[in-house]
């Protein structure tokens, strides 16, 4: 797993080579079969009032250490201008097979970056090598004792993985099953953050063991996260169920839960006031045959919760 942190970071760093890009449909550069899929809005994170208020000084404090900035003024990137979202698509078995896409969109001088990417690798005793997989050209950097990582630029984005196979039948395209489907659909594009993974088969049988989720699991379907970022924080888990009885049980499961853990937090003396009025503040609700749970943070919790973390 070491290894797969260490090539995907460095398929994040080969970000560069992607062109200056408008972002196209998020779909486009998923693989067929992704159970789990993740988008960052990073430009609309970037310039939201909570990070420029709490983060954004630490931020570019981060960026201006020597190494960093020695990697920004030899490409040209700037992150808080140049990235805009990045998309990521995985298998739920990825820690064995590998198998997972990055998707980045920006505006990148791919000339130069690449140019500081060869130089980079030849620095760290790494290769970095181009070949012509038909009229796409494939990029491979591989660090020593390492998993190699492989890159491309297709619909108008920079694509990267750490197995070649994956990264190619991503970029030919195919239609996605149709849970995942269904939950991309929810994803307006707006979003700070939206996650979405397909309760597999192999996750409703191990939920089926669990006390209570008996007959609950083996019609499950989907969940997705979605954050939105402006000066406070909007936060949504939702489960979609087969019907609406499972989502009754479902609901009924969550809502009896949620009082318990309160009063167990409200008993703790080592526990922040800020951090029981947030817990207070989350909330279960269902619609038809979906289950959310809802956390809204405004802007005056935060500034509490930021000095209580001093």
């Given amino acids: 797993m070491r290894s797969l942190r260490t090539t995907m970071a460095l398929g994040l760093a080969l970000l560069c080579l992607a062109p200056a890009a408008r972002a196209a449909e998020p779909d486009k550069l998923l693989p067929a079969d992704a159970e789990l899929v993740a988008m960052i809005n990073f430009k609309q994170i970037i310039d939201s ?11 570019k404090e981060a960026l201006s250490q ?11 990137l700037d992150p808080l201008k140049d990235i805009t979202s990045i998309w990521m698509a995985a298998k739920t078995d990825v820690a064995a097979t590998k198998k997972l896409v990055v998707a980045v969109r920006g505006n990148f001088d791919a000339a130069k970056i690449e140019a500081a990417a060869k130089a980079s690798a030849k620095e760290r005793g790494a290769t970095f090598e181009s070949s012509k997989e038909g009229a796409l050209t494939v990029y491979k950097t591989s660090e020593p004792g390492q998993d190699a990582m492989f890159s491309t630029f297709a619909d108008k984005a920079f694509v990267a993985s750490p197995v070649k196979d994956y990264l190619l039948s991503t970029v030919k395209g195919g239609k996605l099953n149709t849970a995942m489907a269904s939950a991309l659909g929810k994803c307006s594009g707006k ?3 939206f996650v979405a993974g397909v309760i597999t088969k192999e996750l ?6 669990q006390k209570g989720f ?14 939105t970022v402006t000066d406070g924080v909007d936060l949504a888990v939702t489960v979609m169920t087969s019907d609406t009885k499972t989502a009754d049980a479902l609901k009924l499961i969550a809502a009896l839960a949620l009082p318990g853990l309160k009063k167990e937090v409200e008993k703790n003396a080592a526990v922040p006031a800020e951090v029981k009025e947030l817990l207070e503040k989350v909330k279960v609700s269902s619609d038809k045959t979906a289950v959310s749970v809802t956390l809204n943070v405004p802007a ?9 973390a001093k």
């Fill in 49 to 59: 009032p909570l990070v420029k208020k709490h983060a954004l000084d630490k931020i």
């Fill in 66 to 76: 020597p190494d960093i900035k020695k990697a920004v003024e030899a490409t040209g």
């Fill in 191 to 193: 979003e700070s953050l």
């Fill in 204 to 209: 409703k049988d191990a939920l089926a063991m």
């Fill in 214 to 227: 008996e007959n609950i699991a083996p019609k499950l379907e989907y969940a997705t996260i979605t954050t």
């Fill in 300 to 308: 005056d919790l935060i500034d509490k919760l930021a000095k209580a």
